[in-house]
């Protein structure tokens, strides 16, 4: 038989305790027969490393993903679209039967649970709406920006605690035109609050942007939450960028303890400045297991070399200790003067934790790979020659970090990377816009300067948000997936992605979509749907 939810909370303390190292985590289903081993999806592209990687997808390979075998299975309708990358859960007891779950939230502040096994939509196990007491939707006339377009409502990915059958997720509604954000602590068995809610607020001492009597105070018209939420130890930390860059707005971090929704901690990158949002194209914030937090920030006031505080366009390293939230190192390029002012954001693309290494690696709108160690980040380089517009601005060896690679080796990055470790060694995946998805294979902490193999096709704006799929290292399970504009979905040898295995059309594209890959299906997030595919038979 399959475990009961008071099963699934006993080994949810193990998880919880998995997953804050930045590893996958397996979940063992037991029945009198035979065991196997399903591995949930409980943050965004898999760990907190954020490395985009499954390597306990043991049905999926290279031999049966193809236009034969593999293909849509269910069409699942919501009512909004999915920005949100999808999450699952296996073996849990909804309504006293067992399902494989995937939950699934849309810009109509809606929150889904789906039987992941269908082969024709049925009702959702359970579906939770926010829309109650009168409240709506935000529209992109209240924010004057339609970026995303008509509503906002949940765009940033949740997390699932394990240990408390818990699904913490950020709302955006609008009530009696006020515009709140609240997080929300959901049973994942029956979708209800476990806790009141919490509207969120926040406010810091600086004379920056927006600032009234030296306070800057958190404004939900200008700030979007757009980062995937991150379960710390015991904390919810929750990331905030802007809508359509329109003032005043900055790059807020806040936590909240994770039992009562208690506003515990708050930092604000950009307090005596302006701008530096937290978005990274939708990445959460990554984590090592010293409890320290790495993440991307956008254009904006850069003063840290001189003693300030702002840090726009630069990589930040966040320390947790005592429950405040400090800047522990960064790094900023070298060229950051000449970023901001293009509109070149550093933070466009998402931070990854290398697994076995002391080291990260990201890339912003530049195209330009960063390599760099997680202890001593390498802070902000003087070039008294730099002249932006000039040759000097492309140098890779002003900066001091691990390694550089040069402006335009991959297009601009609106998305994460993604890892693998293979029979053949570990590689490093991007999609940058209007480019092909490149592999680098990954040794001795650095980088290949050139790809090992890329895409035959390329992907238009913004690129796409790659995953990897494998059984461990085993030869012929290694999968890339990815989802664009061309509103495909795409699988490809992960170990050389000239070779491409399934070619899929999705009935719309949501910018920035993570494909989740799990037991043998692919979950994409439509405009109005969740796309369900895996073995026909």
Known sequence: MRPTISLFVRVGLLLAVVLGTGLLVTWEIHSRASAATISPVLTY???????????????????????????????????????????????????????????????????YAFDADQKSAIAPLWHKSFLINGAKTVSSSDVNCSDISPQYGITGTPVIDPASATLYVVAYTNENGT?????????????????????ITASVKGTGDGSVNGVITFNPVHQLQRG???????????????????????????????????????YNDSRNGSNSGIWEAGNGPATDTSGNIFLA??????????????????MLKLSTTNGAITRAGYFTPFNQSCLNPKDFDLGSGGVMLLPNTN?????????????????????????????????????TDIDNIVQELAPGTIGGMWSSPAYWNGPNGSYVYFSGSGDNTKAFKLTNGKLSTSPTSHT???????????????????????????????????????????TRLFSGSVPSYVKFSVPTVANGRVFVGTQGTLEIYGLLN
Not at 297 to 314: E, I, Q, R, W, Y
Not at 362 to 382: D, W
Not at 470 to 497: C, F, H, P, Q
């Open 359 to 395: 080291e990260l690696v990201q890339a912003g709108k530049e195209g330009r790979i960063y390599v760099v160690n997680r202890t001593n980040m390498g802070k902000y380089t003087v070039d008294p020659n730099l002249q932006c517009g000039t040759s000097e601005e492309n140098r």
């Open 228 to 266: 995937a939420l991150l379960l710390l130890n015991g904390t919810i930390y929750i990331s905030f960028g802007s809508h359509c860059d329109l003032f005043p707005f900055h790059g807020w971090m806040l936590a909240y303890n994770s039992s009562t929704l208690q506003h515990s901690a708050t």
């Open 45 to 111: 592209k898999y760990n907190t490393s954020r490395t985009g990687q499954n390597s306990n997808e043991t049905i999926l390979n290279t031999s049966n993903v193809n236009a034969t075998q593999f293909g849509r299975r269910v069409s699942y309708p919501v009512d909004g679209q999915v920005y949100a990358e999808p999450l699952f859960m296996p073996g849990l007891t909804i309504n006293g039967h067992t399902h494989n779950v995937v939950f699934v939230e849309t810009e109509h502040d809606s929150v």
């Open 179 to 199: 515009l709140i954000f609240r997080l929300h602590a959901l049973n994942i068995t029956t979708g209800q609050d476990k806790v009141t809610p919490v509207v």
């Open 297 to 314: 920030t956008g254009n904006g006031k850069f003063d840290l070399n001189s003693g300030g505080v702002d840090a726009g366009d630069t």
């Open 456 to 498: 035959p096709e390329t992907s238009g704006f913004p690129g796409a948000n790659p995953v990897i799929s494998s059984n461990g290292t085993t030869a012929g399970t290694g999968i890339l997936w990815e989802v664009d504009s061309s509103k495909t979905l795409r699988a490809y040898n992960a170990a050389n992605l000239a």
